[in-house]
């Protein structure tokens, strides 16, 4: 999948009212090719046309080896993740600067869950480097599912 074009993003809401949100968010998945563990990273830009007519998904899939030892908390993956989303905030804001924008993270506050090991440094980090403070689940569709759909658009 290519990368996203913020030209055309910034063309598709060039249009659209001041109501329209934008919605970032960035998940991915494990797996293992031959002796080595790949992550696939998914960043969704969910537009929601003029904050009630549907939405139009941009996004992108990158594929990196994964070096996370503990399965059960796969730290360097989320936090990739959360860089990924980072530095697509950072590409789109000063071209949607009109929109609300919300980053959103595939991570569980709940400590039963495995992700829940970078709550702290992934909030902070999206805090200090897009000045925002993102969501994390259940209230971060973009990333729990909006990513989720375009991964499985590609494998389709």
Not at 52 to 60: D, Q, W
Not at 83 to 91: A, G, I, P, T
Not at 132 to 142: D, R, T
Request: aromatic share 8%; with cysteine.
């Amino acid at each position: 999948m290519p990368k996203i074009d913020v030209e055309k993003i910034k063309q598709f809401v060039k249009d659209l009212s001041p109501q329209t949100r934008i919605y970032l968010g960035a998940d991915s998945s494990r797996y293992r090719l031959g002796n080595t563990w790949w992550a696939e990273y998914t960043v969704a830009v969910v537009v929601h046309i003029n904050g009630n007519n549907g939405c139009k998904i941009f996004g992108e899939i990158t594929r990196e080896q994964d070096y996370d030892r503990k399965l059960n908390k796969p730290s360097m993956r989320l936090m990739n993740e959360v860089y990924k989303v980072s530095e697509m905030y950072q590409r789109l804001a000063p071209e949607l600067e009109n929109f609300d924008i919300e980053v959103h993270l595939d991570i569980n506050p709940n400590e039963s869950h495995g992700s829940s090991c970078v709550i702290q440094q992934a909030i902070g980090y999206i805090r200090g480097t897009c000045n925002v403070i993102p969501l994390v689940k259940p209230s971060a569709f973009a990333a729990s599912y909006a990513a989720d759909r375009l991964r499985e658009l590609k494998a389709a």
